[in-house]
């Protein structure tokens, strides 16, 4: 079964320090995949997503993903976080074809420290 | 902009009660979802619907029922709220084709006591 796996529930990181949040998938086939956040009291909003082509997506507020098909990863990044960064982050799978189900991980709580 | 609304914001029901949620968007979204949120468990998929009077079970469909009677509007219904139910449950929609980004609402978190 396809499965996605957020290996860290909680990540503390300074301000302007470079942060990693990592997302892990397990699928046999091709995927579609997906960051969102969660900022206090708010529903999701989407951060960035892989459908094909170049291995490095951009999203909003500065973060970027890389698609590694080898290790079956899609860590999210940005290089200089700020305070307002501080939020909930989830990964997200979804087979092409399949149009409605995501698989979701259960979240990386980042919170900026200054 | 796409716009997902949830009638209520917090809502506080006894045990028993038949509780709605309304959920509205104001795009031609054909695809409609409700899942609950628990902290340490993410979230998890109640139903969702991909058109008028269409649904399909989730992962967790146990103890609630959906309508969907206009494309706009999706509803989820406690039948009998119990507390284990009391959680944060949100509200969202999509485009018909697999890569389309889901668009969600602010959440209306449930306590039943």
């Known amino acids: 079964a396809q499965s996605v796996t957020q290996l860290d529930s909680q990540v503390p990181v300074f301000e302007e320090a470079p942060v990693e949040l990592r997302c892990n998938y397990s699928s046999s086939v091709s995927v579609y995949l997906f960051w969102y956040v969660q900022y206090p009291n708010q529903g999701l909003q989407l951060l960035l997503k892989?459908?094909?082509?170049s291995t490095l997506v951009k999203g909003i507020n500065g973060f970027e993903a890389e698609f590694n098909k080898s290790q079956t990863s899609f860590h999210l990044r940005k290089p200089s976080v700020h305070i307002s960064d501080t939020a909930e982050y989830f990964c997200?799978?979804?087979?092409?074809?399949?149009?409605?189900?995501?698989?979701w991980g259960l979240g990386t709580s980042l919170a900026v420290n200054p | 902009d796409v716009k997902v609304t949830q009638s209520s914001r917090y809502l506080v029901k006894r045990t028993g009660e038949k509780v709605f949620l309304e959920c509205v968007q104001d795009m031609d979204h054909e695809n409609m979802f409700w899942y609950r949120q628990d902290p340490g468990l993410g979230l998890r998929l109640i139903y969702f619907s991909y058109d008028v009077k269409m649904k399909e079970k989730g992962d967790i469909p146990e103890g609630y029922s959906v309508s969907r009677e206009k494309k706009e509007r999706f509803s989820l219904i406690l039948e009998s709220a119990s507390t284990n139910q009391t959680s944060m449950y949100l509200c969202a929609n999509s485009l018909g084709h697999g890569n389309s980004p889901l668009h969600f609402g602010n959440g209306t978190r449930l306590t039943v006591t």
């Open positions: 892989y459908l094909s082509g």
């Open positions: 997200a799978a979804k087979r092409p074809g399949n149009n409605r189900k995501l698989i």
